[in-house]
């Protein structure tokens, strides 16, 4: 932030440009040719609200040297640059024994740390990596305030400069590695205000070594032996050119009794008169004079701390005081309104997610809700569709029920028919033995009269013989055939061919034939002709209820055959069996009887 001020005179009297450059902004002002070092010093504490004004100092560059600007003496008459605007550095020159009680002003203490902080960096002021790491903490939480994990997330760290580059080459790690170390650190440093935090780094850099230690080349002799001289609050010291760290010789300032110097060679008095004189030799003048300047300041500065404080430092330090009581009191309410804050933002989360909890218990519970309906919609469908089903398989029931008492009957019946085709059978099978034995006593009969009629047959024949032979010698033809008519066919019309008998042979033969076996032998045939009628058609008429009989059991035996594949259920139906052999038997024996009667 470069604040830019510009300060002229109502008269208008010729001017001069500068340009302050302070560790946080850039100034520039318009001054008067007459003015001092002084003046424009003032201006510049003036300016930025500082009034602990004897740390600070505005510091110049000539050629390969720096020098600070003297305060008695004009501006423009010193060995500052001729260029427009002429830049000054307002930096600190000479720094406390302990920050903690001197540095009484917030932007005196600010001012400070971002001047240490610069000089850790640019590696003036040596760190070790685990000291580093701890002040670079304590610079993010000064610039960052307190660490937020929602907000300062990974990376929020690197457009920092945080580490020198020495310590960042010194070991291989990666830039994350390195903001995770730092970020480690940061986060322990919650509730701590800024002006806290940077006095905190001070506290901590005013311990390292080469804190606040101006240095400057030296030779001892004449024989050009180089050393290095250092300048602070505490006295003079002695290094070696390789080490700054640690000094080979000190001279404390309560030690030191005297300071002089001629041209070119300084002379240390101890304030031990036993102790010896140390002299050394600087090649330059104008670096004389700013040893010189820097140990004066120094040294006063070291007896002031010693006195009582002025007046005016001891209202700097009760406004601070009261101004610090003040801000941790703010900082107190700020904490506790931010805490409270928090507990009410934490509560309104609280109340929210509770909200949010009993919205989704609310939601499953109305899910649940439905779904309940939907299962007891379902439930009562599933019962309704029990019951149908129940109804439904009682029904079933009672019809199997039914059917099985059907069956049942129907298997009684059908063991009925079975038993009652069964006597039937019996009683075909008696009446097919008695038809067969009939058949073969009728056999035997038709034999009989097979053997009568053939011998009828014979003693007609023979009587034909006969009668031919008796009529040959006397009876005419004519009685003949009239005598054997009743044994043939009618006789024939006589014809002109025909024999005649005379009238007398026909008398003599009826006179010679006895009428009375003549009509016993012809009532003898007509009985036996009738009888054998009679017999035959009592045996057709017995033939024929056989063939009915025969044909209705073929019938039976074809339904009962159908029926046993239908009906089989555990033994209430069983398939009906007919003896085949007996029908086929008693079919033969009709067979052959009709064949019999045919041919008779």
Known sequence: LANLITVTDSKQPKTFK????????????SCEVKWKGKDLFDLVCRTIGLRETWFFGLRYTVKDTYAWLKPDKRVLDQDVPKDSPITFHFLAKFFPEKVEEELVQEITQHLFFLQVKKQILDEEIFCSPEASVLLASYAVQAKYGDYDPNFHKP???????????????QYQMTPEMWEEKITAWYAEHRNIARDE?????????????????????????????????????????IYSPNSKLNPKKSFPWSGIRNISYSEKEFTIKPLDKKKEVFKFYSSQLRVNKLILQLCIGNHDLFMRRRKVDSIE??????????????KKMERQILAREKQLREEAERAKEEMERRMFQLQDEARMANEALLRSEETADLLAEKAQIAEEEAKLLAHKAAEAEQERQRLEVTALKTKEEHRLMEQKMR???????????????????????????????????????KLLE?????????????????????????????????????????LDFKDSDMKRLSMEIERERLEYMEKSKHLQDQLKELKSEIESLKLEEQQQQQQAGLYNLRGYAEPLYVPHSNVRHMHLQYQQQMAFFEEV
């Open 155 to 169: 990376g929020f760290l690197a457009q920092d400069e945080l580490l020198p580059k020495r310590v960042l080459m």
């Open 313 to 326: 430092v001891q209202q700097m330090k009760a406004q601070a005081k009261e101004e610090k009581a003040r």
């Open 197 to 237: 935090a940077e006095m905190e780094y001070l506290k901590i850099a005013q311990d390292l070594d080469m804190y606040g230690v101006s240095y400057f080349s030296i030779t001892q002799n004449k024989r050009d032996t180089e050393l290095l001289l250092g300048v602070d609050a505490q006295g003079l010291h």
């Open 470 to 510: 008796i009529t040959k010698t006397t009876y005419p033809v004519k009685l003949i055939i009239l005598l054997l008519a009743p044994y043939s066919n009618p006789p024939a019309p006589p014809g002109p061919d025909s024999m005649e008998m005379p009238l007398e042979m026909a008398t003599s033969y009826r």
């Open 18 to 29: 500068v340009k302050v450059i302070t560790m946080d902004a850039e100034m520039e002002f």
């Open 427 to 465: 009683e075909a099978e008696q009446l097919a033995v008695k038809l067969v034995e009939q058949s073969e006593r009728r056999s035997k009969e038709a034999d009989h009269l097979k053997q009568d009629l053939n011998e009828a047959k014979d003693a007609e024949r023979r009587a034909k013989q």
